[in-house]
């Protein structure tokens, strides 16, 4: 069994940064190989949407909201992957979640638990 942990989270005041930590863990022989990694969100009353999303020896995917102050980047060998954020507004005010997508040897797709981001005007 595969668990992701995000942390990171808090409260920032507009314009402020933060910078997004999700790892995989699990038992020996469960973390396979690791085929994408991405961000999420969910603001309250709105649907999930995809903050971010890279994909391993290819490319990386940004929602156009976020281009050029969000940064998502993946360390394979830690089976980890970060989001930094910056000059926050407070409309990205949201629970913000990790997916990873593996090989185990078939194809799965795991979230974290979430982590809030409150963003103060």
């Known amino acids: 069994q595969v668990q992701l942990a995000e942390s990171g989270g808090g409260l920032v005041q507009a314009g402020g940064s933060l910078r997004l930590s999700c790892k995989a863990s699990g038992s020996i022989g469960s973390i396979g190989s690791i085929n994408d990694m991405a961000w999420y969100r969910q603001a309250p009353g709105k649907e999930r949407e995809l903050v971010a999303r890279l994909f391993t020896g290819a490319g990386i995917d940004y929602a156009n909201s976020v281009k050029g102050r969000f940064t998502i980047s993946g360390d394979n060998a830690k089976n980890a992957v970060y989001l930094q954020m910056n000059s926050l507004s407070p409309e990205e005010t949201a629970v913000y979640y990790c997916?990873?997508?593996?090989?185990?040897?078939?194809?799965?797709?795991?979230w974290g638990q979430g982590t809030r981001v409150t963003v103060s005007s």
């Open positions: 997916n990873i997508g593996m090989y185990t040897p078939n194809y799965h797709s795991y």
